[in-house]
C-alpha cells in the first residue's frame, strides 16, 4: 500500500486560508484534506496519510513516515507452559533477524527467520521458543542497529511486525485560493469536489485497514489464528471481557467462537 514519488512543489499566490478542508482530484490521485490538519491520498488501490502544516494561504502535506521500523506487541498466554510464542509479521523475503533463545545482542549471533532461499513460508508465521529471554532482540541483515525489546511484564505471546521502509515520498505544497474552495497545486487549479468521492465511512475503514496493515498503535488485536480482520476491524463494544489472572481476553456477545480463521468470537489483545 505504498505510493511511488510523483509530486513535485508548487508556486501560486493566494490571500485567503479558510475552508481548505475537502476532497480534490489531481489526476488519478483523490487528495482529502481533514479540518484537523490531517490528509489523506488515494490512487490505485496505494494510500498515504500524514499532516498538513498551513502558513497563511499556503499549505504543504507532509507524508507519515513509521518512528521505528519494529514493533512488538505481548500478552500473557496461559497455554504456553514453557518460552515463548512470537508470531512475525512482515515481508517473508526481509532479512529478519532474531536472538530467539540466547540473550546475545550481537547481530552476528542473531538467527533469521526465514532460511535463505526458503520456497514454503507457513501463514501464520509463527515462532515457539523453548527458551524465553527477558529482552528480544531484533536487526535486518548487515544493518548496523539493534532494537532491543524488554519484557518487563513477562508475556510470552509476542506478535512482531516489521514495517518495511519505503520509496521515499516528496512533500507535496498546494496554495488555497481566494474562493477558499480550491487550491493550486503545480499550476493546476483543482476545485473541491461537490459530492464527495467517499465517503466518511469508507475513509475510515481504509485507514483502519492502513492502520492494521502497518500496526504502531498501543494495541494490536487478532483472533486465535492471528487474523487481524483486516477490511472490518475488531469492534469492542460487541465484545465481552474476560480476565483470568494476569490474562484476559473478549468473548463475543452473539458469536460462539472456534477454531476458524474467519471467526471473530474470541479476540486477543496485545499490548505495545
Known sequence: MMLTTFFCGAAAYAQN????????????????????????????????????????????????????????????????????????????????????????????????????????IPFPTVIHNLRSSPKLYVTIKDSESVYTFENNEGYNDFVLSYIEPSTPIAELSFTILTDGASIMIKNETLHKLSSPAISEAEEKMLLGMYDRDYPETDFFYCNPAYNIFEESGVHLSQYNKVQNGNEYYFLHKTITKNDDYSNPGIIYEYKK
Open 17 to 120: 486560508s479558510d475552508n481548505f478542508a475537502g476532497q480534490y482530484k489531481l489526476g488519478t490521485t483523490l487528495i482529502i484534506l481533514k479540518p484537523n490538519k490531517t490528509f489523506l491520498l488515494l490512487d490505485m488501490g496505494t494510500l498515504i496519510k500524514g499532516n498538513i502544516h498551513i502558513d497563511s494561504s499556503t499549505g504543504k502535506l507532509i507524508p507519515y513516515k513509521p518512528k521505528d521500523a519494529f514493533v512488538l506487541y505481548g500478552r500473557t498466554n496461559h497455554f504456553i507452559k514453557t518460552g515463548n510464542t512470537i508470531h512475525y509479521r512482515g515481508p517473508s523475503e526481509a532479512p529478519v533477524l532474531i536472538n530467539y533463545n540466547d540473550t546475545s545482542s550481537s547481530p552476528n549471533t542473531l538467527k533469521p527467520i526465514f532460511n535463505q532461499y526458503a520456497n514454503c
